[in-house]
Each structure stands twice: as C-alpha cells, then as structure tokens.
C-alpha cells in the first residue's frame, strides 16, 4: 500500500485525465469543460489523443492503465475474431442494447458512462466504502445481453449461489494446528498480487480481491494488479473501473489484444513493483496466513517456485472443500496435469505436516516466483495462445532451468472448480498447439511418447512446424538441462513407456471391431475394463512391456490386472519385479493375450456373460460389455492386436 495512499481526489483528478486519454471519439461538450479543467493542472501531460502504448504517468496512483500489447512475439498466430481485439473505449464500454460479440457496431453507439458521476437513474449509485463488501449485482440494465442464459451454463458455476454469498465470507479453519505455531521471518520480500481474468462472473472475482485484501499483511502487499485479457461483459468494462477506483491498492490494466494466461500474467509481471510475484486466478479465496509461507520460502531461495495447498470450492454448492496433505503437482504423457493425493514421498519424519514437498508440476491456480527470477527464466512461453499447460511448462522450465518447485503445506488457497470448461476454444487444436511448443522444445526423443499418445498433436505437427527459435535459444542460453534428467532426478516416478511395435497401441479386438476400453471418470485407483469404439486419438493407448505388464493410460499408472475372470485395471507396482497376477503374454500367431497366473485368455464378452454372437451384435457392439478371462480358444472375440496410431519411427 505503500503508493496508493493518496487521497481520493487526487484520484477523481486521474480519472478525468484517463477518460481524456480515451480520445477523440469520447470529445464531447461536458468533456471539453473537464478539458479545460485539466489544462490548469500544470502537473498533467499535453492533451490530446492518446498514443500509444499508453504509459503509465510515473508515481501517479492511476486507476487503470491502457496496455496496448502489440508486441509481435505477444500476437496469436490464430485468428480468433472478434476476440482477438478491441478498440480503446470497446475495453472500457460495451455497445448499449445489445451484440456484445458484434464487431461491427459502430462507436456513435456506445453508451457513454462517467465513472463517479453516474446520472444514470438505471445505473447502480457509486458504492461506498461501507456498500463494497455486498455481493450486489452491479450490472447495467440492458448491457448484458444474455440475462436469460442459466448461470452455469455461462460461466460453468453455479453464479446465483456465487452471488448470494458476501464477498469477505470467512473460511473454516483448515490449516495442520501445527501451522498455527509457525514463526516467519519478520522482514519478508513484498508481493505483487496479479489476477488476470477474462469474462470472469462479478461476484468471483471481486470476492478473489477481497480475500486477497482481507488475508494479506499490508506490510508485504505491494499491490494488486487486475489484468484484464480482453473481456466482453459490461460488468468488467466501467462498472468494475469504478468499482476498483474505492480499493486501496489495486489497479487495473487492460489489454488491447487477446493475451492468454501466460501472456496476461507476463504482462502483469512486466507492470508490477513487488520483489515477489503471486500469480492467482480470478476464482479464488485464499485461507488466512497463506502468504507469510509462500514468501518465506521464496526469501531463503530466489529461485524456488512455490504454491499453496489448493483447496475446491464446489461449483454448484461453493462449499469449502480442504485438500487432504501431502499433495503434489504432476503431469502425464499426454502432458496433462493433475494434484497426486498421497504421493510415494522417500522421506516421512514427524515434520512432515509444516514441511513443503517439492512437486515435479504446480498447477496454475496460484504460483509465486520472484520476480527477477521470473524474468531470468523466460516468464511464460509467448508462443502459447488462450490457455492450457502454460504450468506445464514453466514447471518444467523451472527445473530444468536451475530453479525448484514445492507446494508449502501452511499456505492454503481454495479454487472454484468449474463444471465444465466454461468457454470452449475458439479452435479445437490450440491446446494441442500449446503442447507441441512444450514437447518440441523440452522433451528431446522423449516427445515421441507424447505424440503416441494424443494422435491429433501428431497429425497437427506434420502439417505445420511450431516457431520455437527463441524458446531453443533460451534453453541453451541459460544452460537448461535435458528431459532425461528431469524424468530421472524431478520425477522418476513417472512411468517410462517401452511403445515396442507390434506390442503398443490401441488393443484391437477382431470379434467385434472395438478396442480395450477404460470408463473415464473411473479413477487413478482402477476398475473394470470394457471395450468401446476405438477413438483413434492416443487415449487408449497401451503397453506391454519387456516386465509383460500391460500399461495403461497417459500415466502409464494403471496394470491390466484380473480380479476372478473379470479384467481390471489396478495400480502397478512401483518395485521390480512385478506380480505375477499382472503379466501377461501377447501370442502374435494367434493374436491370444494370455493371462499368466491362470493361463486363460482375454476375451470380450456382452453384457449378460454370454459369449455367443446374436444377430443384433452388429449393433450393439459400441456397448459391449466387458473384458473377460475365458479358457483359450480361437474365437474371434480372444483375437487382439496393437494398432499404432503413430509410426514408429514418427514425430
Ligand atoms: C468434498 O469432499 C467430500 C468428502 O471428501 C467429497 O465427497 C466431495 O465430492 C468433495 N467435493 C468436491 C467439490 O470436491
Ligand atoms: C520465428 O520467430 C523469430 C522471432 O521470435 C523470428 O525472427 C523468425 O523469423 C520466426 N521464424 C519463422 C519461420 O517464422
């Protein structure tokens, strides 16, 4: 808070000077006596249009800042119109009456409002600082043109509840007692809090800076940079500048173009003062006393990156949910990530409730790295659009890097889990796109693994090549280690897939043309196979390895198991050798895959156990019921083999 103390007027002063900087297309008679108002002020810079980038006035505690990011590197190389830009007022209004994704409205008709002078008898009154904990509903009658449309269906939550709980709501202790005893050092790094959001609901993202106001020792609050990445609902245009303008300590910067995540957070990052960086989504709440441990632990070691417990907030209910200790980061082979409960951890001392553990991943709910440190390792990947495992690879730039990653055990922050992705890409592939920079740029021979497993990563980068230059030249420029070591010394619990061929692939079954099948939403603790259409897409992909394990999944995790003549899957061993209940024995001529301990074969069977074809099988095949152990015979339904997807030698 240590620049934002100045007295409210002088912040009204701003404001007019900020709405002049809006340009000529705002000039307007009443402008124009505001105008002359601020040619007096000898402090103030020339009138006029605005230029660009709009700078930040230096020392002047500005209410909102105008970023024009038209940095090449920073440019999406989809076209993602009419997302991909705004002009200056579309960033801070929306067009009246309606067609808030229409392009093409022209400016006469934007409805003009002046913040801190709201004539507007529909518009809410400026709140107080009394008013401001409420959860009410400032929007704008008729800026919201889709009122009708059910709250979760909108923002993948359930935002009427959101709504009716305050916005400084208390959270339930959740913290180890032992954390309540932990001392911190008295002259911790200060912190800038960058909360980057795009069409986020009102209530969320106020109520993620409150949390942050409410839990945040002063002394080591830097301050709170809101970073908008180009939203589009009225709420987040003037109302929230106005809103914004009561807070002590927050500011607010809008982009020009469409940034992403790890664009908008870079930018953040590039506009804040603080030595330490906490990067926080805009669906937040964070429990008390869950910064003094982040900065701690980032004083004692620049170089370490580190997260808080992360707690859920039910989308439907928004009840607290605690995460249960110890927890860490992880990712697959198809380079998704995941919070491992539980993790094989080789030590487990008496401490181990305070004690941070590191995490080959963290996710990117919240994260806070030093700045300099930050910047040193290359911030975000520029190249990466919208969002999707930009934590991926930070997290294994990190490492690789010089730099380490823990999740401290005494810092809990609770994230809003979504129902389902509230805004679907624009274009299907830019996730894969995302993943290609990191395994082209990271991962060496070892991408090969990745790119069995999501075929459509595969097809995408033999038709196009990413543009990784300067990722490449930052990797040797910082001396950056390989993949192999990464896996070998970060995260060697990681399971290394053999993808012999001939023994990797889709698990075809000749009988009834479908493949071995693992119900999504099952879960890492195993369950019953089936079989189901083949997808083609990597995510049946199987390995049977030189140990006759059959390996499953992008994990690699999970063992083809039986349990009496029913086919499973359960965890692998993580010892050598394995058990000899998971081995298995693939006879090529035959195309039989043998169960080991009992000697049978593995079929797939109908729902109702029977074996026999029906004159409907051609049609209900798609369901068909599941994997069986049956004695051995040379019945189509026991015929297997590994379809590759992805040559060999691909990739
Ligand atoms: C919260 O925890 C309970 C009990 O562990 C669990 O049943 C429930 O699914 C959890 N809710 C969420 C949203 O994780
Ligand atoms: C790749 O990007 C670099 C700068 O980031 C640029 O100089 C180079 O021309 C680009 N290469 C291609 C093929 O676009």
């Known amino acids: 808070m240590r620049l934002w103390g100045r007295a409210t007027a002088v912040r009204r002063r701003m404001l007019c000077l900020w709405l002049l900087l809006l340009g000529f297309a705002l000039v307007t008679l009443a402008l124009s006596d505001l105008f002359s108002n601020r040619r007096r002020d000898h402090s103030l810079q020339q009138p006029g249009p605005p230029r660009r980038p709009l700078q930040r006035i230096p020392n002047a505690p500005d209410l909102e800042v105008i970023v024009d990011s038209r940095d090449p590197a920073l440019e999406l190389g989809v076209d993602l119109a009419p997302l991909k830009s705004l002009q200056e007022d579309q960033l801070l209004l929306v067009p009246s009456g309606q067609g808030t994704n229409n392009p093409s409205l022209r400016k006469g008709s934007y409805k003009v409002l002046l913040p801190g002078a709201n004539k507007d008898p529909r518009a809410p009154a400026a709140p107080t600082h009394g008013e401001m904990g409420k959860a009410a509903r400032p929007y704008l009658e008729g800026m919201e043109g889709d009122v009708g449309v059910s709250a979760v269906q909108k923002y993948g939550f359930n935002e009427v509840v959101s709504e009716r709980i305050s916005l400084h709501r208390r959270l339930p202790e959740v913290r180890h007692p032992e954390c309540l005893g932990e001392q911190y050092s008295e002259s911790l790094p200060s912190a800038s809090v960058v909360i980057c959001f795009h069409d986020e609901a009102w209530s969320t993202l106020l109520r993620t800076v409150h949390s942050v106001l409410d839990t945040a020792p002063k002394q080591y609050l830097q301050e709170v940079l809101l970073v908008d990445d180009l939203s589009q609902h009225g709420h987040l245009k003037s109302v929230l500048s106005e809103y914004v303008s009561h807070l002590d300590g927050v500011r607010l910067i809008r982009c020009t173009k469409r940034l992403g995540v790890g664009g908008c957070r870079t930018l953040g990052a590039a506009r804040a003062a603080g030595e330490v960086l906490v990067f926080i989504d805009s669906h937040c709440e964070c429990q008390k006393g869950w910064l003094e441990p982040l900065l701690e632990r980032v004083a004692q070691d620049r170089t370490r990156v580190v997260s808080p417990v992360m707690d859920v907030i039910d989308w439907q209910t928004f009840q607290y949910n605690a995460t249960q200790w110890p927890v860490r980061g992880v990712f697959d082979w198809r380079l998704d990530f995941s919070w491992e409960s539980n993790p094989q951890l080789p030590d487990k001392d008496p401490d181990s409730a305070v004690r941070p553990v590191q995490s080959p991943a963290l996710g990117g709910g919240v994260v806070a790295v030093d700045r300099h440190f930050f910047q040193s390792v290359g911030a975000y990947d520029p190249g990466m659009v919208l969002w999707g495992v930009e934590q991926i690879e930070l997290s294994i730039r990190v490492w690789s890097c010089g730099g380490t990653m823990e999740v401290v055990p005494c810092s809990r922050v609770a994230h809003l889990d979504h129902r389902q992705l509230p805004y679907r890409f624009p274009d299907q592939e830019l996730l894969q796109r995302n993943k290609i920079r990191i395994a082209d740029t990271w991962m060496d021979a070892y991408r090969k693994i990745f790119y069995r497993r999501d075929t459509l990563a595969?097809?995408?980068?033999?038709?196009?090549?990413?543009?990784?230059?300067?990722?490449?030249?930052?990797?040797?420029?910082?001396?950056?280690?390989?993949?192999?070591?990464?896996?070998?010394?970060?995260?060697?619990?990681?399971?290394?897939?053999?993808?012999?061929?001939?023994?990797?692939?889709?698990?075809?079954?000749?009988?009834?043309?479908?493949?071995?099948?693992?119900?999504?939403?099952?879960?890492?603790?195993?369950?019953?196979?089936?079989?189901?259409?083949?997808?083609?897409t990597g995510s049946q992909h199987c390995d049977l390895n030189s140990e006759f394990e059959v390996r499953w999944g992008p994990m690699g995790a999970l063992c083809l198991d039986a349990s009496g003549e029913r086919v499973i899957l359960s965890p692998c061993p993580t010892h050598r050798p394995t058990t000899r209940r998971l081995q298995w024995k693939f006879i090529k001529l035959s195309g039989q895959l043998v169960h080991q301990q009992s000697q049978l074969c593995l079929e797939v069977v109908k729902e109702g156990g029977l074996t026999q074809s029906s004159p409907r099988d051609v049609n209900t095949r798609a369901k068909t019921g599941g994997l069986f152990l049956r004695p051995c015979t040379h019945h189509p339904r026991q015929q297997w083999h590994f379809e590759q997807l992805v040559a060999p030698k691909g990739a």
């Open 458 to 536: 595969h097809f995408i980068r033999q038709s196009e090549s990413p543009n990784i230059t300067e990722r490449l030249r930052l990797k040797r420029s910082l001396g950056c280690r390989n993949f192999h070591w990464f896996l070998t010394t970060v995260y060697p619990q990681l399971y290394i897939p053999q993808d012999r061929p001939t023994l990797s692939g889709e698990l075809y079954n000749v009988g009834t043309g479908s493949c071995a099948d693992y119900p999504r939403g099952l879960g890492p603790q195993g369950g019953a196979m089936n079989a189901a259409p083949c997808s083609g």
